[in-house]
């Protein structure tokens, strides 16, 4: 889901004696009833490329880790001869390093996830001190009730404009708390259960999950869903304006287009 002109008003606050001064993230007028409007603060912009780097990287080296024995299973022990699901062979290029290597994939697989998980705190804890989270993330009671207008709203690829746009719509706001909140934690619990060491530190971890097995495959799961939210994202972005929507993420402003009647 595309993040269409909302914008953050955390930065909106300034000193008693300073309300004549415009605030350097107030709304700026544009030709034509547009409105250039601050949206993404640096710190939410950083993580989010930081992010889009480490994920690059885990994705590839994961799938060469995979390929090493291309088949997942349910429980503690591998059943070679009825697995849950199979793969083909993916291409070199498709992988990192570009070749079949177990112990290099590892390597890096395990240096971007912790790359991934510090910089996922970073962003969790700005987002919840500022206030972020709970003023654009939390679904209220009229935000679930309009769910099927959400919907047909987005099956039309229609995009909120003017006033509406300064907010997350209820799927978008489901949606980034699905990955907040389920597939990161997932993904992060069967990863370590994975390992090792934290077997021996947390055996309870690699149970409650039902064997090793089973944690694999939930880790190939919930990394699946946070691939197919990458997707969905990124296919919104082109639909609803490439180029707002980039210049937002990389200055943090985003052009808001004005409201029209249905019927011009």
């Known amino acids: 889901m595309t993040d269409h002109g909302v914008a953050d008003t955390a930065d909106d606050e300034r000193p008693k004696g300073e309300a004549a001064r415009p605030h350097r993230h107030a709304d700026r007028p544009l030709a034509g009833g547009r409105i250039d409007t601050w949206r993404h603060p640096v710190t939410v912009r950083l993580t989010h490329w930081l992010?889009?780097?480490?994920?690059?990287?885990?994705?590839?080296?994961?799938?060469?880790i995979l390929m090493a024995h291309p088949h997942l299973y349910w429980g503690i022990r591998s059943t070679f001869a009825d697995p849950w699901m199979s793969f083909p062979m993916a291409p070199d290029w498709l992988m990192v390093p570009m070749r079949r290597d177990l112990g290099a994939a590892r390597g890096w697989h395990f240096l971007f996830a912790w790359i991934f998980v510090l910089n996922g705190l970073v962003y969790l804890a700005f987002i919840t001190i500022s206030g972020r989270l709970q003023r654009m993330m939390e679904p209220t009671r009229a935000d679930l009730a309009d769910i099927p207008h959400s919907i047909v709203e987005h099956a039309r690829l229609k995009f909120p404009k003017g006033e509406e746009a300064r907010r997350y719509n209820v799927l978008q706001k489901l949606t980034y708390l699905l990955v907040l909140l389920v597939l990161l934690p997932m993904m992060l619990a069967t990863g370590l259960a994975m390992s090792p060491m934290m077997n021996a530190a947390l055996p309870e971890l690699l149970w409650i999950l039902g064997g090793r097995q089973s944690a694999r495959t939930l880790h190939f799961l919930s990394a699946s869903g946070l691939v197919g939210?990458?997707?969905?994202?990124?296919?919104?972005?082109?639909?609803?304006?490439?180029?707002?929507?980039?210049?937002?993420?990389?200055?943090?402003?985003?052009?808001?287009?004005?409201?029209?009647?249905?019927?011009?």
């Open 51 to 64: 992010n889009v780097f480490a994920m690059t990287i885990l994705v590839m080296s994961g799938i060469n």
């Open 229 to 264: 939210f990458v997707v969905v994202h990124v296919v919104l972005v082109f639909v609803a304006g490439f180029t707002n929507n980039m210049r937002s993420m990389i200055t943090g402003w985003f052009v808001i287009e004005p409201e029209k009647d249905d019927a011009e």
